[in-house]
């Protein structure tokens, strides 16, 4: 058996703190890796990260979100092995997965909402405080579940999207 993909699902909620109804809400996502020469105990700069696809993929959408009304967005997304920078330390292979998602929401009579935000994905369990551990590539397929998220960068917000 070969490892092949790695699989993140995830969930994401999205509340509409405003006093007007926003619609269409749009998710958009991809799953890449920072270049191998990147340490896997930090989080990558910005300037080290792989430039993102012009658009990303859309994922979700909604027709509308009340004033209010809060949803969660549950999807999964899949990296090709292939197309990662497996980062050498000592005799193991680690993958530390990156993560892109824009969120844009339309607005009645007004410029849309829009909010990038970068993430990078890793292991909670043997991190020091404050950071996440990479995956090794080296011990074959097998599933966690002790896996956070943390931003990059700040994201962009054009108005501001909460």
Same mark, same amino acid.
């Not at 090794?136 to 097998?142: A, F, K, Y």
């Given at each position: 058996?070969?490892?092949?993909?790695?699989?993140? &699902? /995830? %969930?994401?909620? +999205?509340?509409?703190?405003?006093?007007?109804?926003?619609? !269409? $809400?749009?998710?958009?996502a991809?799953?890449?890796? @920072?270049? *191998?020469?990147?340490? !896997?105990?930090?989080?990558?700069? !910005?300037?080290a990260? @792989?430039?993102?696809?012009?658009?990303?993929?859309e994922?979700? =959408?909604?027709?509308?979100?009340?004033?209010?009304?809060? $949803?969660?967005?549950?999807?999964?997304?899949?990296?090709?092995?292939?197309?990662t920078? *497996?980062?050498?330390?000592?005799?193991? &292979?680690?993958?530390?997965p990156? $993560?892109?998602?824009? +969120?844009?929401?339309? %607005?009645?009579?007004?410029? @849309?909402?829009?909010?990038?935000?970068? /993430? $990078? #994905?890793?292991?909670?369990?043997?991190?020091?405080?404050?950071?996440? =551990?990479?995956?090794?590539?080296?011990?074959? !397929?097998?599933?966690?579940t002790? #896996?956070?998220?943390?931003?990059?960068?700040?994201?962009?917000?054009?108005?501001?999207?909460?």
């Open positions: 058996m070969a490892l092949a993909n790695v699989h993140l &699902r /995830y %969930r994401l909620a +999205v509340t509409n703190h405003g006093d007007a109804p926003l619609g !269409p $809400v749009i998710l958009a991809e799953m890449t890796s @920072p270049p *191998a020469t990147t340490p !896997p105990a930090t989080t990558p700069p !910005p300037t990260l @792989p430039a993102p696809q012009s658009q990303l993929a994922r979700q =959408s909604l027709t509308t979100l009340a004033p209010g009304a809060r $949803v969660e967005i549950t999807d999964e997304l899949r990296l090709p092995l292939g197309l920078e *497996a980062i050498a330390l000592g005799g193991a &292979r680690m993958l530390v990156l $993560v892109r998602l824009r +969120v844009e929401a339309g %607005r009645a009579n007004q410029p @849309p909402l829009s909010l990038r935000q970068d /993430y $990078v #994905v890793g292991m909670v369990e043997g991190a020091a405080a404050g950071h996440l =551990s990479p995956f090794r590539l080296d011990l074959g !397929p097998h599933i966690r002790d #896996v956070a998220a943390k931003p990059v960068e700040r994201g962009f917000a054009e108005n501001a999207l909460h």
